[in-house]
C-alpha cells in the first residue's frame, strides 16, 4: 500500500505540525504503508521524508523539474520522478497512490487534496481521501464544507466520502478500510 501525502513546504507556527508528522509516519510504518509525496526536502515535506527515510519506508517523490532546479528536491529518498509541470505531478502522484492523505499545508496543498476529492466524487477513482486535522488546523474548512451542503452547492455524500481524523492510528486505519459511495450516475 502506498499513501500520497499533501503537505505544506513550510513547517508551520507551531512544533505540533512536524510532531504530528512524524507520528503519522511511524503509524504508516507500523501498517506497511509506504510514501509518495511532492519530492521536497523543505518545510513538512521535508520533515515527512525525513522520517519516513528514518522508519525505512520506501520513499517516491514527484516534482516538477523547475523546482528540482531550484534544489528543493529531496536527494536521499528512494526514487525522484522528475516531471515536466504541477498536472503532472498530481497526475503521477495519483496513479501511484491507494489514497491520499492532506496535512497541513496552504493553497497548494488545498489544490491538490480537493482535486482527487473531485476526481473521487465523480466516480475517477475509488481511493479515500483523508485530512489529517492536526491542532485543528481544517476546523474552519470542515465547517465550510457542511455549509457548502446546507446552501445546496454539495451533496452530503461528497463530505460522508473524506476521512477526517486527528488521531493518526484511526486516520490510517479509516483509509485502509475505506468502502466508496456508490458511483454519482449509476453503474
Same mark, same amino acid.
Given at each position: 500500500?502506498?499513501?500520497?501525502?499533501?503537505?505544506?513546504?513550510?513547517?508551520?507556527?507551531?512544533?505540533?505540525?512536524?510532531?504530528?508528522?512524524?507520528r503519522l509516519v511511524k503509524v504508516m510504518a507500523d501498517r506497511e504503508v509506504d510514501?509518495?509525496?511532492?519530492?521536497?526536502?523543505?518545510?513538512? #515535506? $521535508?520533515?515527512?521524508?525525513?522520517?519516513?527515510?528514518?522508519?525505512?519506508?520506501?520513499?517516491?517523490?514527484?516534482?516538477?523539474?523547475?523546482?528540482?532546479?531550484?534544489?528543493?528536491?529531496?536527494?536521499?529518498?528512494?526514487?525522484?520522478?522528475?516531471?515536466?509541470? #504541477?498536472?503532472?505531478?498530481?497526475?503521477?502522484?495519483?496513479?501511484h497512490a491507494d489514497f491520499f492523505i492532506a496535512l497541513p499545508g496552504g493553497a497548494?496543498?488545498?489544490?491538490?487534496?480537493?482535486?482527487? =476529492?473531485? =476526481?473521487?466524487?465523480? $466516480?475517477?477513482?475509488?481511493?479515500?481521501?483523508?485530512?489529517?486535522?492536526?491542532?485543528?488546523?481544517?476546523?474552519?474548512?470542515?465547517?465550510?464544507?457542511?455549509?457548502?451542503?446546507?446552501? $445546496?452547492?454539495?451533496?452530503?455524500?461528497?463530505?460522508?466520502?473524506?476521512?477526517?481524523?486527528?488521531?493518526?492510528e484511526r486516520l490510517i486505519e479509516e483509509a485502509l478500510s475505506y468502502i466508496p459511495?456508490?458511483?454519482? =450516475? $449509476?453503474?
Amino acid at each position: 500500500m502506498r499513501a500520497a501525502v499533501f503537505c505544506g513546504s513550510a513547517r508551520g507556527s507551531d512544533a505540533v505540525y512536524v510532531e504530528q508528522t512524524r507520528r503519522l509516519v511511524k503509524v504508516m510504518a507500523d501498517r506497511e504503508v509506504d510514501l509518495i509525496y511532492g519530492g521536497g526536502r523543505v518545510g513538512l #515535506m $521535508g520533515s515527512l521524508a525525513n522520517e519516513a527515510i528514518e522508519v525505512g519506508l520506501h520513499i517516491i517523490g514527484v516534482m516538477p523539474k523547475s523546482l528540482v532546479t531550484h534544489e528543493l528536491a529531496h536527494t536521499d529518498i528512494n526514487e525522484l520522478k522528475v516531471v515536466q509541470d #504541477m498536472h503532472e505531478r498530481k497526475s503521477v502522484m495519483a496513479e501511484h497512490a491507494d489514497f491520499f492523505i492532506a496535512l497541513p499545508g496552504g493553497a497548494g496543498t488545498l489544490e491538490e487534496i480537493f482535486e482527487v =476529492w473531485t =476526481w473521487a466524487q465523480l $466516480g475517477f477513482h475509488n481511493k479515500a481521501c483523508a485530512f489529517y486535522n492536526i491542532n485543528g488546523y481544517f476546523d474552519p474548512l470542515l465547517a465550510f464544507f457542511k455549509k457548502m451542503v446546507v446552501e $445546496g452547492f454539495m451533496q452530503q455524500s461528497y463530505l460522508d466520502m473524506l476521512v477526517v481524523s486527528d488521531s493518526p492510528e484511526r486516520l490510517i486505519e479509516e483509509a485502509l478500510s475505506y468502502i466508496p459511495p456508490n458511483p454519482k =450516475w $449509476g453503474s
